[in-house]
């Protein structure tokens, strides 16, 4: 495939992809986003009531903080489960270090809030997630260096020359110097994106199975230029004709006028802007009939290739959305469901408000010839005067009044976005009909708006934020090559996820609770007591304990368990080989207790089992880190003496030099000193014919 069909292949892609400008979705989304910001219909009538109510704002904003509550209320948002008992600590590791990732190295809560608001307005909310990796340029300043380690110094790779300073006597110099280094850094980069840049082929039912996959933005001249590629043919890029925003962003940006936001660059070369796209597509370059995947970046009109790599990474973006479409990639969003409830609201509401205007200030039926001055009769005012020439020359004109039932038809309307959401003012805690003011009935509604609601939450679970979580483990496994040293729960803990992808094997799953706050405290609490008792009977361990007072410190919206119990030492438990039976049962109960202690004893050897499985898993891992260790400290030992050789090998150059330098000063003297006495000798020789004196 040429480069011309190549942009010819990506023009087309992006042309077609759903999400594109002038597609259907967009108009849609920047519909439901304008009823979310309540803006008119632009159906209103001069004179009349124009008010707009605001059930798409009021649903999103009280699913929004139970959503979040339920992903950021805990410490670790997504935790990894083991397969196999040689899981279980790299399983522990990787659970801390993501979630540290999400929260401490990215605006976690941010994310999801933005992430989520996407998906419950503008159908699916998308979010990208990628290795980031960084140079940044350090100087290091030495002082009192001899001329042996300023040459060892300048030696070393990646190190340039800022300055250097000699002092000191010829044969004791001593040197300041400053070198600049190039340190690289990397880290996973979380960043939610707005869905009017989001594009994918629309057959797709999946991001990572999707034939083409887009990630559509405007980018500066300069921003590109920074960004690696060469300047000249970032200069050559051809500018569109406009870059005209699209629906959603008009939308979106109600309080920015749009052509003074893209005229401020007209006259700075370096600021304009040109559509650039980072396409993730299938296609067959080499002609072998395999469509593989590469990473394609194209800007300007021409969709002119800037870079074009194969991928064998997960394509970073992970995507939500809280009403599955079975077989399709987009969903519906919650203002889907409710903004035909928020016009047949508008529309009572404005009836309502019109018939009380016209009931409180009703049109008047004049005599035109009985009245003094008819701009008296024409503005109306409480209190005015309307001179007349006869009695009874001014009748009202009644209009009956249907407050009841308009209300009603609102009343009615509630009825109906809570029978599609579950939010209502009865669920908010609002409600004052005869089945609210009953606990049970107050449980009922709660439990039907929350099922609702967690339904919700579970598909966001297992759709975009397990894969999100999925991809940031992938990329350290990957790219993270250093081990960094992080806080956990007040303690600094080495992370080396190189290390894991060796024996890495474990599952995804996203904690949800049940219930409210309350509910989930009362049924913790009542766990609690269980297991005291069950504690007597061996039915129950210490561990068990720790557990559920784990889930009372969540309940409680507190963090940090390990502030107020402490993990208690492995023991052996009541019931286990060794272990007295309990005395002093009756019959029955010593069958029960005999049971029991059979089912402990069996489990207790499950458990000697995995011990030891682990036990062998851990003299492995023993002998690993040995192997390693021996075979680093044999590379260090190798390093410095290579070092040592280096040093004296530069040693002796700078000997021979010095003697080489000095004895090519001896010979310049000695051939200096022949010249002159060669001269002198000339000045005394005899002239020819002379005697010469023998």
Not at 21 to 32: H, I, S
Not at 54 to 83: G, H, K, Y
Not at 435 to 457: C, N, P, V, Y
Request: proline fraction near 5%; include cysteine.
């Amino acid at each position: 495939m040429t480069e011309v069909e190549l942009q010819a292949l990506i023009a087309q892609e992006i042309h077609l992809a759903t999400g594109a400008a002038g597609n259907t979705l967009q108009e849609e989304r920047a519909e439901n986003l304008k009823y979310y910001l309540g803006e008119k219909f632009g159906n209103e009538m001069e004179g009349r009531s124009q008010v707009v109510s605001s059930d798409v704002a009021d649903t999103i904003e009280w699913m929004l903080p139970q959503l979040i509550r339920i992903f950021a209320s805990s410490e670790n948002t997504v935790s990894f489960e083991p397969v196999g008992a040689e899981d279980i600590e790299v399983a522990e590791q990787a659970t801390q270090y993501v979630n540290h990732i999400w929260n401490v190295d990215n605006d976690g809560f941010l994310n999801f809030y933005t992430w989520f608001k996407d998906a419950l307005l503008c159908k699916n909310g998308f979010i990208k997630i990628w290795w980031d990796e960084q140079t940044s340029r350090v100087n290091e300043t030495y002082e009192g260096l001899s001329e042996d380690e300023v040459a060892l110094i300048l030696t070393e790779p990646d190190t340039e020359l800022v300055t250097l300073h000699e002092y000191g006597p010829r044969e004791a110099r001593l040197a300041d110097l400053t070198v600049a280094r190039e340190e690289s850094h990397g880290g996973v980069r979380v960043e939610p994106v707005p869905p009017e840049e989001f594009l994918i082929s629309r057959e797709a039912k999946s991001i990572q199975s999707a034939r083409f996959v887009g990630h559509r933005q405007r980018r500066t001249l300069s921003s590109l230029v920074a960004d690696g590629y060469a300047k000249d043919i970032i200069d050559g890029l051809a500018t569109e004709e406009a870059l005209v925003p699209s629906a959603e962003e008009e939308a979106r940006d109600t309080f920015v006028e749009e052509h003074e936001r893209f005229s401020s660059a007209l006259n700075n070369d370096a600021m304009r802007e040109v559509w650039v796209t980072e396409c993730y597509v299938r296609v067959d370059l080499d002609g072998d009939g395999i469509a593989e995947l590469r990473q394609i970046t194209v800007a300007g009109a021409e969709s002119e290739v800037l870079s074009n790599i194969p991928w064998e990474s997960p394509v970073p973006f992970a995507s939500l959305t809280p009403i599955l479409m079975p077989h399709r990639f987009y969903g519906r969003a919650i203002a889907d469901l409710v903004k035909d409830v928020q016009l047949v609201k508008s529309t009572i509401m404005r009836q309502f408000l019109d018939g009380l205007y016209l009931a409180n200030n009703p049109r008047q039926e004049a005599v035109e010839a009985n009245i003094v001055e008819p701009s008296e009769l024409l503005s109306a005012r409480p209190g005015g005067v309307v001179r007349v020439k006869e009695r009874g020359s001014i009748n009202p004109i009644s209009t009956p009044f249907v407050g009841g039932p308009a209300l009603e038809g609102l009343a009615y309307a509630d009825k109906i976005r809570e029978y599609r959401t579950g939010v209502s003012p009865r669920t908010q805690g609002m409600g004052d009909d005869p089945l609210h003011q009953t606990a049970s009935g107050e449980r009922m509604l709660f439990d039907a708006a929350q099922g609702k609601l967690e339904l919700i939450a579970r598909i966001f679970a297992e759709t975009g934020v397990k894969e999100a979580f999925r991809q940031i483990l992938w990329l350290i496994n990957h790219y993270q090559d250093k081990e960094r040293i992080v806080r956990l729960r007040n303690e600094w803990v080495p992370m080396a996820p190189s290390d894991w992808s060796g024996h890495m094997d474990v599952r995804v799953s996203v904690g949800l609770g049940t219930g409210d706050k309350m509910s989930q405290l009362q049924n913790a609490m009542a766990l609690l007591e269980l297991q005291k008792q069950a504690l007597e009977f061996g039915f129950a361990s210490p561990q068990n304990l720790y557990e559920t007072a784990e889930m009372v410190v969540n309940a409680m919206g507190l963090k940090g368990v390990d502030r107020f119990f402490t993990l208690p030492e492995p023991a052996n438990k009541p019931g286990l080989p060794g272990s007295a039976a309990p005395q002093g049962l009756p019959a029955p109960d010593m069958q029960r207790a005999a049971l029991a202690q059979q089912a402990e004893q069996q489990k207790a050897m499950v458990q000697n089992q995995m011990a030891l499985q682990q036990a062998a898993t851990q003299s492995e891992l023993a002998a690993r880190q040995a192997k390693v260790a021996q075979e680093r400290a044999l590379k260090e030992k190798e390093l410095a003496q290579d070092f040592e050789l280096n040093r004296l090998k530069l040693r002796n150059d700078i000997a021979l030099k010095r003697e080489q330098a000095a004895a090519d000063i001896q010979l310049k003297r000695d051939i200096a000193l022949q010249e002159m006495l060669l001269k002198a000798g000339e000045e005394h020789r005899p002239f020819p014919g002379a005697a010469i004196n023998p």
